[in-house]
């Protein structure tokens, strides 16, 4: 079994940065994609970024290009999501995912196999 854990939630202003972190375990992790999504109050899991597990290769959404950046650590399980000039809108629980499949970069929510538990980002205005 796969665990991830994320951290590096909290409180900023319109126009603050925050780091997410996550950590992946397990004697079955490998080469595995990651990225994270984001879910606010009453609406829908959405795609934020994800990196896959071989060339570092990344994907970003539309509203985050820009602003955020995805990126593995130094151990291969580890990826953060450094979050600059963040606005009123970034305001969600944002959760860490992975994907068995080594090149996923998927946007869709369902097609990835182990999830973190989520660390709330709150940007005031």
């Known amino acids: 079994q796969v665990q991830l854990v994320e951290s590096g939630g909290g409180r900023v202003q319109t126009g603050g940065s925050l780091t997410l972190s996550c950590a992946a375990s397990?004697?079955?992790?490998?080469?595995?994609?990651m990225g994270w999504f984001r879910q606010a109050p009453g609406k829908e899991r959405e795609f934020v970024a994800a990196?896959?597990?071989?060339?570092?290769?990344?994907r970003l959404a539309d509203s985050v290009k820009g602003r955020f950046t995805i990126s593995r650590g130094s151990a291969s399980n580890t990826i953060t999501l450094r979050m600059n000039n963040l606005q009123p809108e970034d305001t969600a629980v944002y959760f860490c995912?992975?994907?068995?499949?080594?090149?996923?970069?998927?946007?869709?929510?369902?097609?990835?196999?182990?999830w973190g538990r989520g660390t709330q980002v709150t940007v005031s205005s």
């Open positions: 397990g004697r079955a992790f490998g080469d595995y994609a």
């Open positions: 990196i896959n597990g071989r060339d570092d290769n990344s």
């Open positions: 995912t992975a994907s068995r499949r080594v090149f996923f970069l998927s946007t869709a929510w369902d097609g990835y196999d182990y």
